[in-house]
């Protein structure tokens, strides 16, 4: 490619003669990445495809801009851009070396290298820029382990990660210009919440399928995406029939215990495709596991898992019969609003807890050696039997793990219930959620802060 064209492309994802399309604000992201900006590493974003990454790479870059950066300082390239004819280092290297020549002036340039792992082997040329102080680089890519192994052992302790999730809940209101300044501007506005919460369970929360009309049709794509780009061309899997398989079932199955025997006999594929593929999907960020809790390491490795999708849209969009189904939902979005909190604070742990009599809980989460909280998501608590399984189950697991409250989420049940001298708090999944994501990354949330919600 001529050094023109290949500015030609840049200036399409530059601010350097133009304004670029920066999104609704995502203040969370922007003001952690400002936060790491201050330190003298390599910021990684990681995190599923269009949850938004390239969105808060740009407003980033417009806040900089803001705060006095000449735009021809900073450079953003999109390694995507199927406008590239070439690949490969020496590539990145005449990319970099054209907008120095055309663009850049004397201060040292900032790089926000998006979808890097097109580049075959990018972790030595960003290690040598970053030694050699050529360069402040922010990268970014929707696969953790592409972006974490090699460039982990080469830069050790010299870059800072920071995942972006799709929309949180509060997030999502507020793309739905459902604005609230506290929690006190809340009350009274209960019913446009809860009908915003149903449209959350059932297309899920990227930012575009928040936004857009055609729902469905988006996460559709979305999924062809992510199994052709992510996952076929990535791994090189010649078996694509076999990979719609794994991740249909994984998709229809979240909240279930699954081995990876028992999707070898259900689906008939050999256990080291199921485990190979298991791998493949959580490194595009599709699916999480989640372990048993147990003091014993061998039996945690031993037990069944349970997957999480990253989105419940998804799992609508490929054939999950939602209606059938919205207690699931509502535990996977626990689940991955629980995710986010861990992406931010290395010390906490999360499993399921279950016991030889099948009694279960469905989060267990520890915060450094101490098991803080307990949650049980149960959709339908005007049931008697229900409630008081659920009920027996955390008490089982309270007096076991020797905690002393718990919670019950709920679709709308709220109280509190005190049993043996156990104290079970219920809250309903909006409040919940809400106030959750109000916290800092290291507090649990305690039982009182629902209050005045
Ligand atoms: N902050 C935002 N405001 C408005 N739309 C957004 C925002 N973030 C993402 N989107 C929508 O989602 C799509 C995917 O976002 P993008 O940033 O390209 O994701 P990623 O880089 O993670 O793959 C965008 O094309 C846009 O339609
Ligand atoms: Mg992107």
């Given at each position: 490619?001529?050094?023109?064209?290949?500015?030609?492309?840049?200036?399409?994802w530059?601010?350097?003669?133009?304004d670029?399309?920066?999104?609704?604000?995502?203040?969370?992201?922007?003001?952690?990445?400002?936060?790491?900006?201050?330190s003298?590493?390599?910021?990684?974003?990681?995190?599923?495809?269009?949850?938004?990454?390239?969105?808060?790479?740009?407003?980033?870059?417009?806040q900089?801009?803001?705060?006095?950066?000449?735009?021809?300082?900073?450079?953003?390239?999109?390694l995507?851009?199927?406008?590239?004819?070439?690949?490969?280092?020496?590539f990145l290297?005449?990319?970099?070396?054209t907008?120095?020549e055309?663009?850049?002036?004397?201060?040292?340039p900032?790089?926000f290298?998006?979808?890097?792992?097109?580049?075959e082997g990018?972790?030595?040329?960003?290690?040598?820029m970053?030694?050699l102080?050529?360069?402040?680089?922010?990268?970014s890519?929707?696969?953790?382990?592409?972006l974490?192994?090699e460039?982990?052992?080469?830069?050790?302790?010299?870059?800072i990660?920071?995942?972006v999730?799709?929309?949180?809940?509060?997030?999502?209101?507020?793309f739905?210009?459902i604005?609230?300044?506290?929690t006190?501007?809340?009350i009274?506005?209960?019913?446009?919440?809860?009908?915003?919460?149903?449209?959350?369970i059932?297309?899920?929360?990227?930012?575009e399928?928040?936004?857009?009309?055609?729902?469905?049709?988006?996460?559709?794509?979305?999924?062809?995406?992510?199994?052709?780009?992510?996952?076929?061309?990535?791994y090189k899997?010649?078996?694509?029939q076999?990979?719609?398989?794994?991740v249909?079932?994984?998709?229809?199955?979240?909240t279930?215990?699954?081995?990876f025997?028992?999707?070898?006999?259900?689906?008939?594929?050999?256990?080291?495709?199921?485990?190979?593929?298991?791998?493949?999907l959580?490194?595009?960020?599709l699916?999480?596991p989640?372990?048993?809790?147990?003091f014993?390491?061998r039996e945690q490795?031993?037990?069944?898992?349970?997957?999480?999708a990253?989105d419940?849209?998804?799992?609508?969009?490929?054939?999950?019969?939602?209606?059938?189904?919205?207690?699931?939902?509502?535990?996977n979005?626990?689940?991955?609003s629980?995710?986010?909190?861990?992406s931010?604070?290395?010390?906490?742990?999360?499993?399921?807890?279950?016991?030889i009599?099948?009694?279960?809980?469905?989060?267990?989460?520890?915060?450094?050696?101490?098991?803080n909280?307990?949650?049980?998501?149960?959709?339908?608590?005007?049931?008697e039997?229900?409630?008081?399984?659920?009920?027996?189950?955390?008490?089982?697991?309270?007096?076991?793990?020797?905690?002393?409250?718990?919670?019950i989420?709920?679709?709308?049940?709220?109280g509190?219930?005190?049993?043996?001298?156990?104290?079970?708090?219920?809250?309903p999944?909006?409040k919940?959620?809400?106030?959750?994501?109000s916290?800092?990354?290291?507090e649990?949330?305690?039982?009182?802060?629902?209050?005045?919600?």
């Amino acid at each position: 490619m001529t050094k023109n064209e290949i500015i030609q492309i840049l200036e399409d994802w530059n601010f350097w003669n133009r304004d670029q399309k920066t999104g609704l604000s995502r203040p969370i992201y922007i003001s952690r990445l400002t936060e790491l900006f201050s330190s003298n590493q390599v910021i990684t974003i990681t995190g599923p495809r269009r949850a938004g990454k390239s969105f808060v790479m740009r407003q980033m870059i417009k806040q900089l801009i803001n705060n006095g950066q000449n735009p021809k300082d900073i450079m953003h390239v999109n390694l995507e851009d199927p406008r590239f004819t070439e690949s490969g280092v020496l590539f990145l290297e005449k990319i970099f070396q054209t907008y120095r020549e055309y663009i850049s002036g004397q201060n040292t340039p900032i790089l926000f290298l998006d979808e890097i792992q097109e580049i075959e082997g990018f972790e030595k040329w960003i290690r040598m820029m970053h030694e050699l102080s050529k360069a402040k680089i922010i990268i970014s890519g929707s696969n953790a382990s592409l972006l974490s192994r090699e460039l982990g052992t080469l830069l050790t302790g010299r870059h800072i990660d920071m995942e972006v999730f799709p929309l949180s809940f509060s997030e999502f209101l507020s793309f739905n210009n459902i604005a609230f300044a506290n929690t006190l501007d809340l009350i009274g506005r209960e019913s446009e919440i809860k009908s915003a919460l149903r449209k959350y369970i059932e297309y899920g929360s990227f930012p575009e399928v928040a936004l857009e009309e055609q729902k469905k049709e988006i996460l559709l794509s979305y999924f062809e995406d992510v199994i052709t780009k992510d996952l076929l061309r990535r791994y090189k899997i010649k078996k694509a029939q076999d990979l719609r398989s794994i991740v249909k079932y994984y998709l229809s199955n979240v909240t279930t215990l699954s081995t990876f025997k028992s999707i070898e006999r259900s689906l008939g594929m050999s256990i080291t495709s199921v485990k190979n593929y298991t791998g493949y999907l959580e490194q595009a960020y599709l699916i999480f596991p989640l372990q048993r809790f147990s003091f014993k390491v061998r039996e945690q490795e031993k037990s069944p898992r349970k997957i999480y999708a990253i989105d419940t849209g998804l799992c609508n969009a490929v054939g999950f019969r939602f209606s059938e189904n919205y207690g699931r939902l509502a535990e996977n979005i626990v689940f991955v609003s629980l995710k986010r909190k861990l992406s931010l604070n290395p010390n906490m742990e999360l499993f399921y807890w279950k016991d030889i009599h099948h009694s279960e809980v469905d989060f267990v989460i520890k915060d450094g050696l101490k098991i803080n909280r307990l949650i049980q998501v149960c959709w339908n608590m005007e049931d008697e039997k229900t409630k008081n399984r659920e009920f027996r189950s955390l008490q089982k697991a309270m007096k076991e793990l020797n905690v002393s409250k718990a919670t019950i989420i709920t679709e709308s049940t709220e109280g509190e219930e005190k049993l043996n001298g156990y104290m079970v708090k219920m809250v309903p999944l909006w409040k919940w959620l809400l106030a959750e994501e109000s916290l800092p990354a290291g507090e649990g949330q305690a039982p009182s802060a629902h209050k005045g919600l």
